[in-house]
């Protein structure tokens, strides 16, 4: 059996797959590998395809023999059907690429009941007012959180809160009571989170179902001092709602990982606001994170061959609802 590691550039896919994990496979099926950019890809005998970020819609026909993709990064909205439509399985490292969100997203909000970024914005200029403001955010005892979305992100998140004293709700139609209470949460209306918690942090799944799916109301219902966390997408709201709450309470606050507009982030309205804090879409994977989803693919290939089931492969249904 043939395998090739295939990605729009081959710098991108020399970031999650390392040389080590292409000698593993190449040991695993006891044949070399082949390494190619896409515009290179004519198309061939082989049996797996590996690649990440950047693989595009193929032409299956050119790939007779072709039974698996491992897709060493997230989403696989673009490609997936085809694939899945013409009987090729195809596994996903959309579970590991969740990890890091889900860390990034958990210190967020641990730091956020604490009010440490309202405070650390004006801390050199008026340590007394910093101080103030700290005692007046709840900290992490009892205090509300809202998880909006349970996928592979939200759910994450959820595990790691029960490690606090922190009190967590969530919002998601598709899950249901039983697998709310496996992750400690309890599940409520977006408007009951908008209105009851200190925290909201965004992990609802990005598909033209939920694009505005955040309002005005919700985002204006926010008590004084809550946090709206969002590493999910823009699109899921209108910003504008988001700027006009936190100008007219300017004790809310926002920490964003994403905006809709990502290449024109100088014309965001939100970067006006001494009270709204966005980071460079940095919650993802990053640095040697990505050698695990290259990993995780390359452990799937062992899990195929051996006849295991994994949870990492993807089926039409669930293209239904997954990012």
Partial sequence: MKAAFLAAEEITLRRVFTDRQIEEVE??????????ECKDAPGGDEDFLFSTWGFPKIDVKKYPNLKCVFYGAGSVQLFGRNLLENNIRLFSAWKANAVPVAEFTFAQI???????????????????KANRLINAHPGAYQTRVGILGLGAIGSLVAGRLKSTDLEVWAYDPFVKEERAKELGVSLHSLEEIFA??????????????????????HF???????????????AQLDENDLYDALKDNHTRFALLDVITDEKNFDKCVLNELDNCFITPHMAGTSGLETERMGQRMVDNLKLYLKGEKSEDEVTLKML????
């Fill in 196 to 217: 009851s918690c200190q925290v909201v942090t965004n992990h609802i799944a990005n598909l033209p179902a939920t694009v505005g799916i955040l309002k005005r109301e």
């Fill in 220 to 234: 204006f219902s926010m008590p004084d001092y809550a946090c709206f966390i969002n590493t999910g997408r823009g």
């Fill in 320 to 323: 239904e609802t997954m990012a």
């Fill in 110 to 128: 641990l730091l956020a009941v604490k009010g440490y970024f309202p405070s650390l914005a004006i801390a050199k200029k008026d340590r007394p």
């Fill in 27 to 36: 040991e695993i099926l006891k044949t070399k590998a082949t390494v190619l």
